[in-house]
């Protein structure tokens, strides 16, 4: 495997971009910032065999990002995408970049979250269907985006594993499954997500606690390392952390 040198950044001067930056100059590595304003532009990379592009910015920064690599082929360096609030377009262009090189998609790069995610599945697999569940999100007051895209995609990761075999989609979404979001903006929070699965007479709540950004900029980093020289495909936190 190739050893990770330089990070390019498309929102490095955003919030998590700065905590990337701090944190991988720490850690030896160098970063190319990409400017995004007043239009997107992906700089003449450094050191080509041992960069990853890492994208924390906002959705219509990452659907220019990912034209200029489908446009880009075949070389550009392996990518990962933080940002939250994606068009359908947005990911659909992603996925066919991910056809030609190593692309990992992640609403939340904590490996606490990431752990949350497995323990939601088994238990919306194993509950029976009597319990109902519903999920609660709080964030900072700048958050654009609501729900989060972590707390979406613990909504999808509840209907997959209840989804039984051979009943269509639709008629699960008017089960008495169906799994409320509610969100909460304010404060400082760097994000709190809490799953609550109630039946009769008992109920379980899976809460995660961010107390920093530094998490997700650690993931980052950690999932950097282990998608230089992948083959392509798109990839998850899951194949990460081997769950
Ligand atoms: P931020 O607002 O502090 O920074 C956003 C960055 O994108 C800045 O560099 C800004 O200049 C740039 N940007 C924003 N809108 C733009 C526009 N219209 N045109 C050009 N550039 C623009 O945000 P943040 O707190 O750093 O979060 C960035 C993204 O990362 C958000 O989508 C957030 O939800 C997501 N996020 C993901 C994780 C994760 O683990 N996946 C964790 C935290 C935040």
């Keep these: 495997m190739p050893k990770l040198e330089?990070?390019?950044?498309?929102?490095?001067?955003?919030?998590?971009?700065?905590?990337?930056?701090?944190?991988?100059?720490?850690?030896?590595?160098?970063?190319?910032?990409?400017?995004?304003?007043?239009?997107f532009q992906l700089p003449e990379i450094r050191v080509p065999h041992a960069s990853v592009l890492i994208?924390?910015?906002?959705?219509?920064?990452?659907?220019s990002l990912a034209e200029e690599l489908e446009a880009r082929a075949p070389y550009?360096?392996?990518?990962?995408?933080?940002?939250?609030?994606?068009?359908?377009?947005?990911?659909?262009?992603?996925?066919?970049?991910?056809?030609?090189?190593a692309c990992l998609l992640a609403s939340n790069f904590s490996l606490g979250m990431t752990l949350l995610r497995a323990c939601v599945r088994l238990?919306?697999?194993?509950?029976?269907?009597?319990?109902?569940?519903?999920?609660?999100e709080i964030h900072h007051r700048h958050k654009r985006d609501r729900p989060s895209g972590t707390a979406q995609s613990?909504?999808?990761?509840?209907?997959?594993?209840?989804?039984?075999?051979?009943?269509?989609?639709d008629s699960q979404d008017q089960s008495p499954f169906n799994t409320g979001l509610h969100?909460?903006?304010?404060?400082?929070?760097?994000?709190?997500?809490?799953?609550?699965?109630?039946?009769?007479?008992?109920n379980l709540r899976l809460i995660h606690q961010a107390e920093n950004r530094q998490i997700f900029a650690r993931g980052a980093l950690y999932a950097a390392r282990w998608i230089l020289g992948r083959d392509p495909g798109l990839y998850s936190m899951e194949d990460v952390f081997d769950l």
């Design 154 to 169: 613990l909504r999808q990761e509840i209907q997959g594993a209840r989804r039984r075999e051979n009943e269509p989609a």
């Design 55 to 63: 994208d924390f910015s906002h959705s219509t920064v990452t659907h």
């Design 183 to 202: 969100s909460l903006r304010l404060g400082s929070f760097a994000g709190e997500h809490q799953v609550i699965f109630a039946g009769e007479g008992e």
């Design 76 to 101: 550009a360096p392996p990518l990962l995408v933080g940002t939250t609030g994606l068009l359908p377009e947005t990911v659909k262009t992603l996925r066919s970049c991910a056809e030609r090189r």
């Design 123 to 136: 238990l919306a697999a194993r509950l029976p269907a009597s319990f109902g569940t519903e999920i609660v």
């Design 6 to 39: 330089n990070i390019v950044l498309v929102g490095a001067s955003g919030r998590m971009g700065r905590c990337i930056q701090a944190l991988a100059e720490e850690e030896g590595l160098s970063v190319q910032a990409c400017a995004t304003r007043p239009k």
